[in-house]
Every structure is written in C-alpha cells, then in structure tokens.
C-alpha cells in the first residue's frame, strides 16, 4: 500500500494513544502515508489488558485525516509466545511490512513530538530521495530532550549541558527492528530535536508504562528495581531535582542531569525551553556521520581490545 510514498510514518498505538493528538499534527503534513498500529485486543507487549475509548480514538483519526493518508492496521502485536521485548521488535516490524519496501520508513512513539519535522523529510530527502531495497542500510537519528516530571507549574526535564544528548535511529531506509528501532545498521546523527514526553505522566500511567514497555523486559525486569525507581520518581520536586544526576534507569549518565521550564502544557513548554545547543560542531558531526572514519574506528577499538585482551 506505501508503493511510491517516500515518507512512511509509523506509530505504535496503545492505552496512551491520546498523546497522538499532540505528535500526530507536527508529522501529519510531511508525511505521505501514516500508520497507526493497534492490538487487535487491546492489550500491552506484556499481554496485559487496556482500557481504550473505541469512540474517541476512531473520531479523533475521523477529524484529524482530512487528506486520507491515515491507515488504522488491526492486528496480533502481543504474542504469548513473546516477551515485552520481542512483541516490540515485531510490531514495529509489521508495520514497516504493512507500508511497504522502499522510500524513509520513520518510526514515532505516541509521546514523542518532532520540533520541525518538515526540516528533517527534507534533510531525508537530501540524503536520498527515493530509497530502494537495493540501497545500503542506513538509520538516521534524532537528538531527543525526555521531560520527566509534569509539575504544578512545569516540566522537569533532562538538561544534558555540554554533552551529547540522547540521540535515537527515527528513520531508515531498511526497517529491520532487532532492538525497539535500534539495528547494525550505520546510524547518522542530525541535529533535529525529538521532545519525549516519556516519564511525565501521571502516577498510574507512569507505574503501568514501566511494568509494560519493551525495555522492562530487560533492563527494569526485577520488580524491586521497577518499585525503587518509581519511587525515586515520585519524590522529584520543584526544590530537590537540582541534587538528582545520572536519572536513566538502564545507563545513568545518559540523563547527566535535570532541569525545569515553567509551563503549562507541551506547546508552552516547547516554546519557553531553552533552544537546545547541539554538542557537536559542523566539523565533529561530519566527522561522526562518515562511514569511512567510522569503519576505521571501529577496526581499531576492536585492535585496541584484543591488544588489551593480552596483557
């Protein structure tokens, strides 16, 4: 169904599918086939039931698909057979396979909400303009700003200073989805910020979030772990965040520290966060986006390791 469609956007929908509302507009118009793929029986990858407004969901993609690019795919995302891990991979995979073969497959979380998407299709497009089976994978990744905590007043959000931030693969020309969407094929980084309303929901979303997401399946598997975190979570506030760094709970250092914007909603927050300053210069990201010098680095981490190896 995605034959000569160059930008295939698709989402995972699930009990948080309202959060669409806010992602959905800033990628509507620059896309030219969304997917939004549902459990057929409205359960988690973790096989868990939800609750779902069918009447709410079906009027909101109703009003919002006024050019009929939206495509609702029903089917079997949460196997018995499968941990919240691998149903994650699958889904994704399935709906890569539901737009078909060719052009940007670019995938985006419900919570997740592009600061200017349009840039980054034709950043795409720039790159290569019509993906083909046939052409070397590659991913292209976007710098993301996590909110961690909604507030009275704001959001707590990770503040990463001088340092690289998260930075995530959003588009590929060859969907293979080995790890949520992360895969072995080369990753080059823009500099297209990606906000991600991840841990800023209230209490008992966050708590169902954390028991159900694909990374529980691994890194949060214990639940004494789970249950710590969250309670870290909770007890963030307005006065005690500036004394929490390291907060990622699989690899700390990659949240180094947290910050906050006064706010009343996403779209102030977007407009009164600071303008993010990307970490690396014209030259370093060149650097790091050149497949040649990062097949030579990685011939040499792998000399520098077996030359540690023996001593």
């Known amino acids: 169904m995605g034959e000569n469609k160059t930008i295939k956007t698709g989402f995972c929908v699930a009990y948080d599918w309202k959060l669409l509302k806010k992602s959905i507009p800033r990628i509507y118009a620059n896309s030219d086939i969304i997917c939004l793929a549902i459990d057929i029986n409205r359960k988690s990858w973790a096989g868990n039931k939800y609750d779902f407004d069918e009447d709410a969901f079906f009027n909101f993609v109703k009003e919002i698909d006024i ?9 079997n995302f949460s196997l018995d057979a499968l941990d919240k891990r691998q149903n994650c991979n699958r889904h994704r995979a399935l709906i890569a396979e539901r737009m078909g073969a060719g052009g940007w497959h670019i995938q985006v979380d419900a919570d997740e909400y592009f600061l200017n998407f349009e840039g980054f ?14 052409h070397k994978p590659l991913n292209v990744c976007c710098p993301f700003v996590p ?20 930075i995530i693969p959003i588009a590929t020309n060859k969907p293979d989805y080995q790890r949520a969407r992360q895969n072995g094929h080369f990753n080059k980084i823009s500099d297209y910020y990606v906000i991600h309303e991840t841990w800023a929901r209230d209490e008992g979303e966050l708590w169902y979030k954390i028991n159900n997401w694909g990374h529980a399946a691994e890194e949060l598997k214990e639940n004494d772990k789970r249950l710590s975190y969250y309670n870290l979570w909770k007890s963030l506030d307005r006065n005690n965040y500036q004394y929490v760094s390291n907060f990622h709970p699989i690899i700390g ?8 914007c006064e706010s009343e909603n996403i779209e102030e927050f977007i407009d009164r966060i600071p303008k993010p300053q990307f970490a690396l210069s014209s030259f370093q990201l060149f650097l790091a986006n050149n497949r040649n010098i990062a097949r030579v680095k990685s011939v040499l981490n792998r000399v520098s390791a077996k030359i540690w190896k023996f001593q």
Do not use: S
Not at 68 to 74: E, T, W
Not at 147 to 166: A, H, Q, S
Not at 253 to 260: E, I, S, T
């Open 121 to 134: 299709t034709e950043y795409l497009k720039h790159l290569n303009p019509n993906p083909l089976p046939t």
């Open 67 to 75: 050019e009929r690019k939206i495509d609702i795919y029903q089917d």
């Open 253 to 260: 250092r990659v949240w180094p520290a947290l910050d906050f």
């Open 147 to 166: 909110l961690i905590k909604k507030m009275d007043t704001g959001y707590l959000y990770v503040n990463f200073r001088d340092t690289l931030p998260e």
